[in-house]
Structures are given as C-alpha cells and as structure tokens.
C-alpha cells in the first residue's frame, strides 16, 4: 500500500491545477483549427502538442528564456545525483537563444519563393513597404498607451508584419518571456487571413474599385532574376545590418533555386532542412506556454494588439494602393485590392485576394499573379522592420 500511495502521490494527476487543465485545453484547440480548419497546420500542431507536453508535471518538457531558471532532470551516477537541463530547454538554447532556427526558416522560404511576380511590377514593392502600417501603429499603442517596454511593444508590434519566423526572431531578442504569447498570435493571425482581410478590402474600396484588372507585366530576364537576391540582400543588410541574418539567408535560398545550377540544395533547403526546423520550431515555442507564465492579461492584450496590427497592416497596403493610383496614369493603374497581399503571410494573402475580387467580379477579374508582387514584397519588409527595431532597441 506504501509503494502504491508513493506513486500515486508522485504521478502527475496529483499536481494538476486548473492553469494546467486550461493549458491543455489551449494546446487541444491549435490542434483542433490546424486538423480541420487547416489553419496553419505546419505550425500550430508542433506549437499545440508542444504546449501540452510544457505543462505536463513532473516532465520537465517545458522550456524558459532564462536558463538558470529551467528545472532540472534529476539523473543518478553511481552514489552521485546531478541534473540535466529539460529536452525542450536544450532545444531553446541551441535554436532559439543562438538566433539559429527562425533565419535556418528563411534560407527554406528563400527557396520556395518565385520573386518574378515582383520583379515585374516593381511598383509593388512599394506595396510590400506600406503594409507594415500595422507593425508601428501596435509597437506605438502597446508602448504609449498600455504601458509596454520599447522591447516588449516592437515584438508585439512585428505580428502586424504576419511573418510567424521574424516575429520569433525578434522577440526571442527583444522579450523573450513573451515568445509564447507573440507566436501563438502571430501564427493564429496568419490562419485567420481569409477571415479577416476579406472585411477590411470590402470597407475601403469601391465596387469600381474592386472591378479594376490589373495591367499586362513584363516578363522579369533571367539576367534579373538571379541578380535580384543578390543585390537585394546586399544592399538590405548595409542600410540594415541587424536584418542580414534574415535577409541574407532569404537571398541565398531564393539564389540556390534561381541559379538553376544547385538543384540538390535548393530542394533540400525548402524540403526537408526547413520541415524538421520547422518541427523543433513548433515544439520549442509550444514548450514556453506553461500555464503559469502564458494565463496572464498580458497574452490577452497582445492577442488585442496583435489584431490591431494585422487589420492596420491590411487597410495600409490597399489604402497606399488608391493613393498610387491617383498618381499613376489611367494605363498604369491596377486593383488596390492587391495591397492586401502586402501581409508576408505567402502565399496565402495573394489567394484570398484572389478569391476576394474574383467572387466580387464573378470571376472576371483574376489577380493572383499581381498579388503575389507585394506578397513577397512584405516578407522582405517585415524583415527590414525587424532588424530596424534591434538596431534601435538591442
């Protein structure tokens, strides 16, 4: 009876709080969306489990920002009793603390991405620049009006950008105690494109809007397409040297699949290098939500915030769009729909777009390709505004 009141006093059920009941009910939820609303299901599966296993007690698979911090795994060597640091701690440090997971991400994204939709719009970048409206317009409120750090309002601020790597790089710089937090809503926003960009596009443009096509582009030359991450990650990371890890590793990928010469590499940067970087990813970050650190106001204020950012990033490409085109000639002019792709969330920004105008013109109007231009465009500016904050604030 001993042994078996021993065990039971030592298992996990005899620790459970409620914060540890409304944890897994968190992580069951991001499983539940990512399975059948495919809501970002690459990330919120590894995050959702991750949180689960951070507040399973006694079992040391939660990670924090501080390593002295982290509890230790009792391990006995013959009459001497030392601990070991927990699986998902050891997977922050060396991922997370060391800044090498998210940009490892980019070099994947660089490999996926076709930038010849920017390449032969280039207006569009300007597109790309414009939808981080959201980015300072949260920074600014959480700092001024709820009373955020500087470093705690720029991550919060980044989730406007709708880039789930970026905003993990800079806050696990700036304020790691909130890596849980800034990610969970920083890829919930980014599943929930279709659901909030629809709404604010509808608002701000006109029916006649909504029905404008978009010009014929050029087709970029090869010549372009293999210099542009070149001289782009060059000059990118001179006018920005904190974005160059980002930046830099974006470009490269995107010229191992344009070069056409280094197939192998390009395939395995964006299969399967990026798919198990982006498993401990999920985990990682799934693993600093325990309950006690992520049941907090703050993660409902930064769920607010990181709203607020998304909805400001979208109105401030199409509402850019409109003001180019009072300057464009009547040739020139295109559907400031598209401004809404200037979100980094790729490729699925550029498909709602086109779903949006498509549905609103009974699919006379098609702009998928033009839409991808800013789409790329924001990935590129998300990282810049990255890297201007840790210039300013590291």
């Not at 293999?226 to 006018?239: K, N, W, Y």
């Not at 703050?298 to 909805?311: R, W």
């Amino acid at each position: 009876m001993e042994a078996i009141e021993i065990l039971v006093n030592t298992s996990g059920f005899a620790a459970l709080t409620w914060r540890i009941l409304v944890m897994y009910a968190i992580g069951g939820t991001l499983i539940f969306l990512a399975v059948r609303k495919n809501y970002e299901p690459l990330l919120l599966i590894p995050i959702g489990f991750g949180a689960i296993l951070a507040n399973l007690p006694f079992a040391a698979l939660s990670s924090v920002s501080d390593p002295s911090a982290a509890a230790l795994v009792p391990v006995v060597a013959g009459t001497a009793t030392h601990g070991l640091p927990p699986l998902m701690q050891i997977i922050y440090d060396a991922g997370i603390r060391t800044e090498l997971l998210p940009p490892v991400v980019f070099l994947g994204i660089g490999a996926l991405t076709d930038f010849r939709p920017l390449l032969s719009r280039p207006i569009t970048l300007l597109l790309g620049a414009a939808a981080q409206l959201g980015i300072f317009v949260a920074a600014l409120g959480a700092h001024y009006l709820l009373g955020f750090t500087a470093q705690e309002a720029a991550s919060i601020g980044i989730i406007g950008g709708a880039d789930g790597p970026t905003s993990i790089f800079l806050t696990s710089m700036l304020a790691p105690h909130l890596l849980g937090a800034v990610a969970v809503a920083a890829y919930s926003y980014m599943s929930l494109v279709p659901i909030i960009q629809p709404p604010i596009m509808r608002l701000l443009t006109t029916k006649k809007e909504r029905a404008m096509d978009v010009p014929e582009a050029k087709e970029p030359s090869r010549t372009a397409v293999i210099l542009f991450p070149i001289v782009t990650g060059l000059l990118s990371s001179l006018a920005v040297p904190s974005c160059a890890p980002l930046i830099g590793l974006l470009m490269f990928g995107n010229l191992l699949r344009e070069s056409q010469k280094t197939d192998r590499l390009s395939k395995t940067a964006g299969g399967p290098l990026i798919n198990i970087i982006t498993i401990f990813l999920g985990l990682v970050i799934g693993s600093t939500m325990s309950g006690t650190s992520f049941l907090q106001p703050t993660t409902l204020k930064i769920l607010l915030l990181g709203a607020i950012a998304f909805g400001f990033s979208t109105a401030g490409g199409v509402l850019f769009a409109k003001v180019l085109n009072l300057f464009l000639p009547k040739a020139m002019r295109f559907n400031p729909c598209i401004g809404a792709a200037g979100v980094s969330a790729v490729p699925m920004s550029a498909r709602v777009v086109q779903d949006f105008v498509s549905k609103q013109t009974d699919g006379k109007v098609n702009p998928l390709m033009a839409a991808m231009g800013p789409n790329v465009a924001g990935v590129i500016g998300t990282a810049v505004a990255a890297g201007a904050f840790l210039a300013l604030l590291r």
